[in-house]
């Protein structure tokens, strides 16, 4: 689906560009990386036949024809979303932020599990989650928590990462570049609709 100019990128993919292409790929969108490492939509066979069928000599190079003529696609920022509706992490990227969520939500775990997790009779949680007060009570459970990674390993088995990342359909997507190549270590995202 995806291909390059050559085999290899001149210049290093950044992680923010990795991320907006593991977006596009996502999205079933064409794209192709130049060997100067910025991508753009589309095909490249047919673009580049377009280019060199060029009689009128609009362009001087291949790159000037797709900064005319195509949309490329820009690096993401550091906030990890598209379209106010996914989240596009790296792997350890998206543990820390489960780990994040989990931790500020432990008010609202089952009775059970956290029984389960802390050996702490589920009654003891029962009671505490009948007092009404909710987010409220997070630091309460918290502290009933001695080992926090264990729990957040716990949680996730559970549930998988997609139940406290993709508020959406609590699914996790995964997308490797096939583009990339050994020019970024980190050529798989995992996906997560918010909204």
């Known amino acids: 689906m995806n291909t390059t100019i050559e085999n290899t990128v001149e210049n290093q993919v950044s992680k923010n560009l990795c991320r907006a292409l593991a977006y596009a790929e996502f999205n079933d969108v064409n794209y192709f990386l130049l060997p ?19 009689n009128l000599q609009t362009w001087e190079s291949f790159s000037d024809y797709c900064e005319s003529e195509l949309t490329e696609i820009e690096e993401q920022d550091e906030d990890f979303e598209f379209d106010d509706s996914y989240l596009v992490l790296t792997d350890e990227e998206a543990d820390e932020m489960a780990k994040e969520r989990i931790l500020d939500s432990v008010w609202a775990f089952r009775p059970g599990f956290l029984s389960s997790e802390t050996g702490i009779d589920e009654a003891v949680f029962y009671a505490i989650q009948d007092n009404g007060k ?44 096939s583009t990339i190549g050994d020019n970024y270590e980190e050529s798989t995202f995992y996906i997560y609709r918010t909204n």
Do not use: P
């Not at 998988?160 to 993709?166: D, I, N, S, V, Y």
């Open 36 to 54: 100067d490492g910025r991508a753009f939509e589309g095909d490249y066979s047919e673009h580049i036949e377009i280019f060199k069928n060029d």
């Open 134 to 177: 909710c987010e409220s009570n997070n630091d309460a459970i918290l502290s009933c928590i001695d080992d926090k990674d264990g729990f957040v390993q716990a949680a996730i088995s559970a549930d998988g990462r997609g139940h406290f990342l993709a508020g959406y359909d609590f699914n996790e997507n995964e997308v490797t570049l």
